[in-house]
């Protein structure tokens, strides 16, 4: 099968098609998509050696349990023991010996076929297309943040970031009626959020806020220095986004103003695809453009431009629609 290997470098790869192991499934992939974890990765973030790729939609081929033979499907990245003292716990993303799909020590989505446990998989129906049951998994991470951080609609609260994760964050919180605003350095990707009613400003425009909430998508060493100027004492910062470089930090205004700093990661599933099949988030405006397999390469660097959104990668040509989305 055809794969984007990354060991230092990237790369298209002819390897084998995987095994699967008890209690495990075999998902032919139909798309998946480029996440900005990903162009960290290649940066030096985790050490990852192997095949890239987390967010995706695929058919199920093999697996024991037939309600999901032959059926499309999404699935949660983390593949875990189940039985260490997190996973009993309830805190099976933070398994002590998970695997992480495309991110730590399991092969990812970025090849023809790839390998879950099938408790990870859950099924799409009918009213979410392709293109957008790739934004399952970091629409779900979204969803993360209303179960970490009970955000009332009189709360001020502000999202960092107009990539593609901060616009999905954006459009979750906006469900919660919350005075949102969302400051970012790109006026087209802003416009999207704004014609969906959310506010939106240039960050060097924001000037002192007195936010309640404050949630980092920025992907940026400075985006918690930001965010901890514009959160007011005793509010609240939520950390999206993962980065590679490292940068020193006065952390005392932390202390000094009590404020409370929050790591987010994974989210629930059937959140983000409940969302999808009611309308209520709308990801199409996100995609910037298509690529097929063979193309991996390119759709990479086109991924790390400035200004681009959600790059996708389909393995079947079928799928493929050579112009840009947008």
Same mark, same amino acid.
């Given at each position: 099968?055809? +794969?984007?290997?990354?060991?230092?470098?990237?790369?298209?790869?002819?390897?084998?098609?995987?095994?699967?192991?008890?209690?495990?499934?075999?998902?032919?992939?139909?798309?998946?998509?480029?996440?900005?974890?990903?162009?960290?990765?290649?940066?030096?973030?985790?050490?990852?050696?192997?095949?890239l790729g987390h967010e995706f939609v695929g058919v199920v081929? #093999?697996?024991?349990?037939?309600?999901? =033979?032959?059926?499309?499907? +999404?699935?949660?990245?983390?593949?875990?023991?189940?039985?260490?003292?997190?996973?009993?716990?309830?805190?099976?993303?933070?398994?002590?010996?998970?695997?992480?799909?495309?991110? =730590?020590? /399991? /092969?990812?989505?970025?090849?023809?076929?790839?390998?879950?446990?099938?408790?990870n998989l859950h099924l799409i129906s009918d009213k979410i &297309?392709?293109?957008?049951?790739?934004?399952?998994?970091?629409?779900?991470?979204?969803?993360?943040?209303?179960?970490?951080? /009970?955000?009332?609609?009189?709360?001020?609260?502000?999202?960092?970031?107009?990539?593609?994760?901060?616009?999905?964050?954006?459009?979750?919180?906006?469900?919660?009626?919350?005075?949102?605003?969302? &400051?970012?350095?790109?006026?087209?990707?802003?416009?999207?959020?704004?014609?969906?009613?959310?506010?939106?400003?240039?960050?060097?425009?924001?000037? #002192?806020?007195?936010?309640?909430?404050?949630?980092?998508c920025t992907g940026t060493p400075e985006g918690l220095e930001?965010?901890?100027?514009?959160?007011?004492?005793?509010?609240?910062?939520?950390?999206?986004?993962?980065?590679?470089?490292?940068?020193?930090?006065?952390?005392?205004?932390?202390?000094?103003?009590?404020?409370?700093?929050?790591?987010?990661?994974?989210?629930?599933?059937?959140?983000?695809?409940?969302?999808?099949?009611?309308?209520?988030?709308?990801?199409?405006? =996100?995609?910037?453009?298509?690529?097929?397999?063979?193309?991996?390469?390119?759709?990479?660097?086109? +991924?790390?431009?400035?200004? +681009?959104?959600?790059? =996708?990668?389909?393995?079947?040509?079928?799928?493929?629609?050579?112009?840009?989305?947008?």
């Amino acid at each position: 099968m055809k +794969a984007l290997y990354f060991d230092n470098k990237l790369k298209l790869v002819e390897c084998q098609k995987p095994e699967r192991g008890r209690g495990e499934a075999i998902i032919r992939v139909l798309m998946a998509g480029i996440c900005n974890t990903d162009l960290e990765i290649i940066k030096g973030y985790r050490k990852f050696k192997g095949i890239l790729g987390h967010e995706f939609v695929g058919v199920v081929e #093999e697996c024991k349990n037939h309600g999901l =033979l032959g059926k499309r499907v +999404a699935g949660e990245i983390n593949c875990v023991c189940g039985k260490c003292s997190f996973c009993t716990a309830g805190l099976k993303t933070h398994c002590k010996d998970r695997r992480v799909l495309g991110i =730590l020590d /399991h /092969h990812g989505a970025f090849a023809e076929y790839l390998v879950l446990p099938e408790e990870n998989l859950h099924l799409i129906s009918d009213k979410i &297309a392709d293109e957008e049951a790739v934004f399952l998994e970091p629409l779900a991470a979204g969803f993360q943040v209303t179960e970490q951080v /009970h955000i009332m609609p009189s709360d001020r609260v502000i999202v960092l970031g107009d990539g593609k994760l901060g616009l999905l964050v954006a459009q979750v919180l906006a469900l919660t009626g919350c005075d949102l605003m969302v &400051a970012g350095n790109h006026p087209s990707k802003l416009s999207i959020v704004k014609s969906m009613g959310i506010d939106t400003s240039l960050i060097d425009d924001l000037g #002192e806020r007195n936010a309640d909430v404050v949630i980092d998508c920025t992907g940026t060493p400075e985006g918690l220095e930001m965010a901890i100027g514009l959160t007011r004492p005793r509010g609240t910062i939520v950390l999206k986004s993962t980065v590679a470089e490292n940068r020193e930090l006065d952390l005392t205004p932390l202390v000094v103003n009590e404020i409370t700093l929050i790591g987010s990661r994974c989210g629930h599933f059937p959140s983000a695809i409940r969302a999808l099949e009611r309308g209520l988030i709308d990801v199409t405006p =996100l995609v910037s453009g298509m690529y097929s397999i063979n193309d991996g390469i390119n759709a990479f660097e086109d +991924a790390a431009k400035k200004g +681009a959104l959600k790059i =996708l990668l389909t393995m079947d040509q079928k799928n493929l629609k050579k112009e840009r989305l947008r």
